[in-house]
């Protein structure tokens, strides 16, 4: 059974920096492309950034380039995103899907709230 758990959201202030991380388990980690996206009230989920399965490439929202920064540690079977310069518009549920050959599976998201 795939499990993707997620950590580290939570609420903060406007400038402040968070850390999320998600591992995984019960599937091949090293060959999974990994994302992180976000979904607010009202809105349907979007892309936040993106990483290939050995880490080579990156790709971000235009959003968040220059302030939030994904990661993995094959070795850990973790991913994470280091989001600096959080903004009020940052407010949303964070999941972190795992990517093969078009399947994902989902993480059960994590709040992220950002107040000025």
């Known amino acids: 059974q795939v499990q993707l758990v997620e950590s580290g959201g939570g609420e903060v202030q406007a400038g402040d920096s968070l850390r999320l991380s998600c591992v995984a388990s019960?599937?091949?980690?090293?060959?999974?492309?990994m994302g992180w996206f976000r979904q607010a009230p009202g809105n349907e989920r979007e892309l936040v950034a993106r990483?290939?399965?050995?880490?080579?490439?990156?790709n971000y929202a235009d959003f968040v380039k220059g302030r939030f920064t994904i990661s993995r540690d094959n070795d850990q079977n973790a991913v994470y995103l280091q989001m600096n310069s959080l903004q009020p518009e940052d407010t949303a549920v964070y999941y972190c899907?795992?990517?093969?050959?078009?399947?994902?599976?989902w993480s059960q998201g994590t709040q992220v709230s950002v107040s000025t």
């Open positions: 019960g599937l091949t980690f090293r060959i999974h492309g």
């Open positions: 899907p795992a990517c093969l050959s078009g399947r994902k599976y």
């Open positions: 990483i290939t399965s050995g880490g080579g490439i990156r």
